[in-house]
């Protein structure tokens, strides 16, 4: 089912499968020290997939390879066995929305202009009024039509956060990715993005990647975990068969207690 609002289809269906194949990815920013060395792994569409490891492991540096930020050394990124590398900004655009951990140095814009950026990839700056429409659906569902005129530089952290995950949905993307995506939200908002940009990718086949470091939000809402760990892919797989004490403990070097309640896996740190 197509989330629509009145006649407008925020996401249109995207006909077959689409799976992300990353292949044997290396990344170093000094000779002497890789961030990343030999990761390998095929992420199907509707995963979302939860990466864990400590500070400096390479998450960001992972998430930034694969939007095209940063060009890996070796290896390369697929989606249905096309090359991502050498795309134009634009095009990649069209595939892939990105909310970086950061967001200050704001201009001076309102949020639906700012929303409105969504749009760009698709139809450059010459905006109908089914962008429009798409944008105002995408305010309505994200509980940021009370803003729509406010300056976002004069909003919260957590408010903008939602405003920037807002404006990846105006992309209509196949894979959103998210570098932290509750860093700086209330325990309400923490739940509130977490479970709209899951819901999207639960029923539209949209991927969705995050960097996170909650645990417990990553066993609620990841269906797949990704633990690295010097430079390496520690641990991959479903989120109930990764999230197991020893492979935390062995990660993180801290002693927890994994327990299963409502069907979920909950984490608890334990003194030494």
Partial sequence: MEMQVGTVCIFPHIGGITVLQIEKLSFSYRRDRRILDNISLSIPEGTVLGILGPNGTGKTTFIKCINGILTPEEGRICLNGKELQGMKREELARIMAY?????????????????????????????????????????RQMDLERFAFQNIQEMSGGERQCVFVARAMAQQPKIIIL???????????????????TELARQHGITVIMTIH???????????ILMLKQAKIF????????LTEEN?????QVRTRVSMEDGYKYIRLLKD
């Fill in 214 to 224: 909650d645990l417990n939000l990553a066993s609620l809402f990841c269906t797949k």
């Fill in 235 to 242: 641990a991959y797989g479903d989120a109930a068969e990764t």
């Fill in 248 to 252: 935390i403990n062995e990660m993180y």
């Fill in 179 to 197: 570098d932290e995506p509750t860093s700086s939200l209330d325990l309400h908002n923490q739940l509130f993005i977490l479970h709209t940009v």
């Fill in 99 to 139: 909310v970086p951990q950061y967001t200050g140095s704001l201009f001076p814009m309102n949020v639906i202009d700012t929303v409105m950026m969504g749009r760009i990839p698709h139809v450059g700056q010459r905006f109908t009024l089914n962008d429009k429409e798409i944008v105002f659906s995408i305010l």
